[in-house]
C-alpha cells in the first residue's frame, strides 16, 4: 500500500496536476455556489477538456471540480440560504443564522474545517477500505454484478426523489434504454437506428450528461425566469466578520468531526445514497447526542450544527468512490458521471484497476487529500471574492453553458447530428424535470446499461438460459434480498406518510 | 376539466415502452442465435415490459402530491428562441466553421436574452471563442475545422 500512496502521490503532485486540481476546485466553487447548478453539471461541462489531458490528470481535475462544488454550495447555503445542492441544505440549518448573526466568516471558516477534515479523515479510510475491498470483490461473479447493478438503480430510484420512486424507475428504465442504441457488443447487430449510421456507434455517454443536466438546467432557468445569480449580488465584502475560530468552538468540533466523518463515509458507500441523505442523518444524530444547553442552539447558529453536515457531505462524496473504485459500479450520479468519463480514456474501474493502473487508482485518492488542502488554502481567503465573480448576469452564463455544452460535443464528434441529438434530449429533460422527474438514475442507468446486458448474457449463458442464478449462490440472494427490502421499506414509509398525513 | 400532466407523460411513456418493444422484438438476430438463451434482443425486451409495468403503475395508482406547473409563468418564448439558436448553429456549424459560428451563436444568444452592452457582448462573443479556440487547437491539441477561417488564411 505504501508503493501505492507513493504513486499516487507522485503522480498527484506534479505541476501540471496540483494546477488541475487548483482550477478545478476554482471552477467547481464557481458552479456549485449557483443554486441549482450542482457537481454533476460542473463535472460534465468539464469532460470534453479532461479528454485532452491523460486519464489521471483527467480525473485529478474531475475530482477536483466534485469537491469545489460540494464546496461552493455549503457557501452559497452560508451567506445566501440558498443551498447550490441538496448535500448542503442541512448546511443552511445553522450557517445562515449565524450568517445573520453578522459571523459569516467564522460560519464560513467552520464549513471549511469541518469539509477539510471530514474529507481528509474519509480520504484515510478510503485509503485502508478500496484495496481491501478490491480483493473482496475480485470473488464477484456477473450473477453478483449483475445483482449489485440492480441494487444500485433501485437504491438511486428510492433515494434520489422524495415519494417519486415510481418517476425514478421511469427514468432508470429510459436511461437503460437509450443506452441499449447502437451495436450489441457480442454480435455486432445494430439495434434501434433506424438505418442512421450516426447511431451505430450508440449515443455518446457526454451527449447524454450535456443534455440532461448543463443544457436542460441552462433551460430550465430560462423557462423558470430563475436568476441563480441575483443573490450572489447581495453577499456584502464588508460584512463577512471575523474567519477566526476560538478554543471554544474548536473543542465543540473536535467531538463532532470523527462521529459525522464516519457516518458520512458510510452513508456515502452505500449506492445511491449520497451526502444529502449523509448531511441530514449527521445533524440529526448531532442534535441528539449533544447535551440540552447545545440542543437549543440548534437551528440558531450552532457549531456542531454546522460543522456535522458539513463533514459528513465531505465524507460521503469520498464514501460514494469506493464502489467505483472498486466494484466499477457507481453509487451516485456524479460517480456515474466520473465512472463514464473513465470509460471514454479506456480505463475500466473495478477490482483490478488499482492492479492495472495503479496510478489512476492512488493518484485519484490523492488528488482528494490535495484538493481538499487546495480547497482550504485558496478557498477560504478567497470566498467573497469568488462570490462577486457570481454577479455576472444571467444573461451571460446562459448562453456561456449552453456554448460549453454545444461545443463539447461538437469537438467530440465533429457531427452535428450529435448536436440535433442533444438538443431533442435537453428538450425532453426540461420537460420532464418540471414535473419532478428525477435525472441521476437515468445517468446512472445509461452507464450501467453495457455493463448491465452483459452480465445477463453471462449469467444466463452460465446457466443455460435459466433465472435460478439469481439465489444459486448466497451473496448473489443476499444483494436481491437488499434490493427487495429497499423497495418494501419505500412502500411501506410511503404508505405509512399517507396514512399520517 | 383538470388534466394531470404526470399521467400524460407516463401515457406517453407506455406509448413509447410499447413502440420500444415492439422495435425490439423486430431486432434481427443470427440463425443460430435464435433459440439461444441470450441474443441481441433479451436485453431489449425485458426493457419493454419493465417500460411498460413502471408506466403502467403510474398510470393506474393514485397520485398523492400532483404537481402544478404554473405554465403562465413560464417563459417560453426565450427558451423557444435559444433552442432554434442552438438548431442553427449545428446546421451551419459545419459549412461555415467554429470560430463564426459559434461566434454568432453566443452573440445572438446575448442579444435575445435581453442583453444589449454591445461592446461586453462582442468581447464575450468573438474575442472569447477566439481564445478558446487558441485553447482547445493551440494547447491542447483539439483539431477544430473551420472552413471560414482557412479560407482568409488564418488557419492552416
Known sequence: ?501 | MNINTTKIISLLFFIFSAFYLYTAYQIQVFAFDENAPFNARTFPIYLGYAGLFFSGLKLVLPEPNTIKVDHKNLEYKKTAILIVIAIIYGATILKVGYFLTTSLFLFSSYYFLGERRWVLMFLLSFPFVAAFMYLLHGVLDIYLRDPFLQSIGVMG
Not at chain 1, 49 to 63: Q, R
Not at chain 1, 246 to 266: D, W
Request: aromatic share 10%; net charge neutral; charged share 10%.
Open chain 1, 1 to 501: 500500500m505504501i508503493e501505492g500512496i507513493l504513486i499516487g502521490l507522485t503522480t498527484a503532485l506534479t505541476l501540471q496536476n496540483i494546477l488541475m486540481v487548483m482550477v478545478g476546485c476554482f471552477f467547481g466553487t464557481i458552479i456549485g455556489m449557483l443554486p441549482g447548478l450542482g457537481p454533476m453539471t460542473a463535472i460534465a461541462l468539464m469532460i470534453p477538456i479532461t479528454y485532452g489531458f491523460d486519464p489521471a490528470t483527467g480525473l485529478i481535475l474531475m475530482a477536483g471540480v466534485y469537491y469545489g462544488a460540494v464546496f461552493g454550495g455549503s457557501t452559497s447555503s452560508i451567506l445566501l440560504n440558498a443551498p447550490g445542492v441538496p448535500g448542503t441544505v442541512a448546511t443552511s440549518f445553522d450557517g445562515y443564522p449565524m450568517a445573520q448573526q453578522g459571523k459569516a466568516g467564522k460560519a464560513l471558516a467552520i464549513a471549511a474545517w469541518s469539509s477539510f477534515a471530514g474529507g481528509t479523515l474519509s480520504a484515510i479510510y478510503l485509503l485502508f477500505m478500496a484495496p481491501s475491498l478490491s480483493k473482496v470483490s475480485l470473488s464477484f461473479r456477473s450473477p453478483d454484478y449483475f445483482a449489485l447493478m440492480i441494487l444500485g438503480l433501485t437504491a438511486i430510484a428510492a433515494f434520489s426523489s422524495k415519494g417519486q420512486f415510481l418517476k425514478a424507475m421511469m427514468m432508470v428504465v429510459l436511461g437503460l434504454m437509450l443506452a441499449s442504441v447502437g451495436q450489441d457488443s457480442l454480435s455486432d447487430i445494430t439495434r434501434f437506428t433506424f438505418d442512421n449510421m450516426n447511431l451505430t456507434d450508440g449515443i455518446s455517454f457526454v451527449l447524454v450528461v450535456m443534455a440532461t443536466f448543463a443544457m436542460s438546467e441552462a433551460l430550465t432557468i430560462i423557462l423558470k425566469r430563475n436568476d441563480p445569480t441575483s443573490a450572489a449580488k447581495q453577499v456584502s465584502l464588508t460584512e463577512l466578520g471575523s474567519i477566526k475560530i476560538n478554543k471554544e468552538e474548536r473543542t465543540k468540533m473536535y467531538k463532532t468531526i470523527p462521529r459525522s466523518s464516519i457516518i458520512g463515509f458510510l452513508i456515502g458507500v452505500l449506492p445511491g445514497a449520497g451526502a444529502t441523505i449523509a448531511s441530514f442523518l449527521a445533524y440529526g444524530m448531532e442534535r441528539n447526542v449533544v447535551n440540552d444547553e447545545e440542543k437549543e442552539k440548534f437551528g440558531k447558529g450552532s457549531v456542531n450544527g454546522l460543522s456535522a453536515p458539513e463533514t459528513a457531505n465531505n465524507a460521503a462524496c469520498s464514501g460514494s468512490f469506493v464502489p467505483m473504485l472498486t466494484l466499477g459500479i457507481p453509487g451516485s450520479g456524479t460517480t456515474a458521471v466520473m465512472l463514464g468519463a473513465l470509460l471514454g480514456f479506456g480505463v475500466q474501474p473495478g477490482p483490478r484497476l488499482y492492479m492495472t493502473n495503479p496510478e489512476i487508482f492512488w493518484s485519484i485518492i490523492m488528488s482528494m487529500y490535495i484538493g481538499m488542502v487546495i480547497l482550504l488554502i485558496l478557498n477560504l481567503p478567497l470566498i467573497p471574492y469568488i462570490a462577486r465573480i457570481l454577479a455576472v448576469p444571467k444573461n451571460y452564463l446562459i448562453p456561456l453553458i449552453l456554448f460549453f455544452s454545444v461545443t463539447g460535443i461538437y469537438v467530440m464528434s465533429f457531427n452535428n447530428f450529435d448536436i440535433y441529438l442533444m438538443i431533442g434530449i435537453a428538450v425532453v429533460a426540461t420537460f420532464l424535470r418540471l414535473y419532478d422527474f428525477p435525472m441521476p438514475p437515468l445517468i446512472l442507468a445509461f452507464v450501467l446499461g453495457g455493463l448491465m446486458e452483459e452480465n445477463l448474457r453471462r449469467s444466463l449463458l452460465l446457466s443455460n438460459g435459466s433465472w435460478e442464478f439469481l439465489w444459486d449462490r448466497a451473496l448473489t440472494a443476499c444483494i436481491l434480498l437488499t434490493t427487495i427490502l429497499i423497495v418494501i421499506w419505500h412502500v411501506y414509509k410511503t404508505m405509512f406518510k399517507k396514512t399520517n398525513n
